[in-house]
């Protein structure tokens, strides 16, 4: 367990997540296949979760990619998830990418877990700039990015493609640890 709170707690994903993990994305298919559509194909059945922990697991160890998982405390059922992706060691920057499940969301549970992680990326990771990116009809994503002092930087042309649709411009929020960071 990485981090503790009253009613759920974060750990990086465990080879024993994958049926938890498929569980959490099978049942929040509609909230993961746009934004996360990989994540959604990599885990559709137990034996598929099974290989993309695998892999997510050889990512962390190669510090390319951190996935953590939030549990309930009660039922250790998995309740979200959480990235540090696109990590650059040069600059010193990753990127936040989450999801919560459908009857979570609006509990602050994601904000909480974006500000511990930020210190754990800067304190632990060593990483100096957060990016959160995100498309701007996803009000929930936007509130997390300003709760955790995230702050806009400019809109990313094209960043984005989902699956079957034409490419999507993107907001940039940032944290620079130096800066806006009060851990």
């Known amino acids: 367990m990485l981090f503790k709170f009253e009613t759920f707690y974060i750990e990086p994903v465990q080879i024993q997540d994958s049926w938890a993990i498929c569980d ?3 049942s929040n298919d509609d909230r993961l296949k ?3 559509p990989k994540t959604l194909e990599q885990n559709l059945t ?5 290989r993309f922990i695998d892999k997510t697991i050889k990512e962390q160890q190669l510090k390319e990619t951190f996935l953590f998982a939030l549990k309930e405390n009660k039922t250790k059922k998995i309740i979200g998830l959480v ?4 990590i650059d060691w040069l600059k010193k920057q990753g990127e936040f990418a989450y999801c919560v499940g459908y ?3 609006g509990k602050g549970l994601i904000s909480q ?8 990326a800067f304190d632990v990771l060593g ?9 701007k009809s996803n009000i929930s994503s936007i509130k997390v990015a300003e709760n955790c002092n995230f702050k806009w930087q400019s809109i990313l042309e094209n960043e984005f493609t989902p699956v079957d649709e034409n490419p999507l411009n993107m907001e940039l ?4 640890k130096n800066k806006e960071f009060h851990g």
């Open 34 to 36: 746009r934004y996360f």
């Open 83 to 86: 990235y540090i992706k696109n």
């Open 127 to 135: 990483l100096e700039a957060l990016q959160i990116i995100v498309h």
């Open 173 to 176: 929020y940032e944290l620079l």
């Open 113 to 120: 877990s974006v500000k511990v992680l930020s210190k754990y």
């Open 46 to 50: 137990p034996d598929l979760s099974k």
């Open 24 to 26: 959490f994305v099978v």
């Open 103 to 105: 009857q979570y969301e």
